[in-house]
């Protein structure tokens, strides 16, 4: 049986999205408490949809084995979205039947070493971020200028590209 009661059928990669979607704390990753109920732990479809650039609709024909075919961008997104380590990442790529994207991904930590995060939590009037590889850790006062997880990753892509 997969989550929601529902059987999976041998969708090994939608219980492996619905499995690492439940890991992660939506709190951490900029999502306010809203005062919705969740009825499962982890992030919501739309949070996933939100953080990886793609389509609710996409998430859940996914986890719901209705789309066998998926790309390497896409699964880079979500990838990313999900916070996966390089195994995990590695385990994703095979449960799609789809060979890694052959860019190396850049190494380093994608979590900020605590006296950093000191550093920005003592800055309460001051916007700041730490550019890690996913371009993620703000602190609070540039979380509220972002406008959101959505809008802070749009700004994100743009500093990425424009010169």
Known sequence: ???????SGGNALGDFLRARR????PGALGFPDDGRLRRVPGLRR?????????????????EQG?????????????ADA?????????HLFTLADTAPSPAPRPPGPT?????L???????RDIPAIVLNRRMDVPN???????GGPAKWAAFCLRWRHEP
């Open 1 to 7: 049986m997969g989550h929601d009661g529902i059987a």
């Open 22 to 25: 439940a890991a992660l704390d």
């Open 46 to 62: 739309e949070e996933l949809a939100q953080l990886a650039h793609i389509s609710v609709d996409y998430v859940v024909r996914l």
């Open 66 to 78: 209705r789309t066998r075919r998926v790309s390497r961008p896409v699964l880079d997104a979500l």
């Open 82 to 90: 999900l916070r996966l380590a390089d195994d995990e990442r590695a």
């Open 111 to 115: 979590e900020v070493a605590p006296h």
């Open 117 to 123: 995060r000191r550093l920005l939590d003592g800055m």
């Open 140 to 146: 609070g006062p540039a979380r509220r200028l972002s």
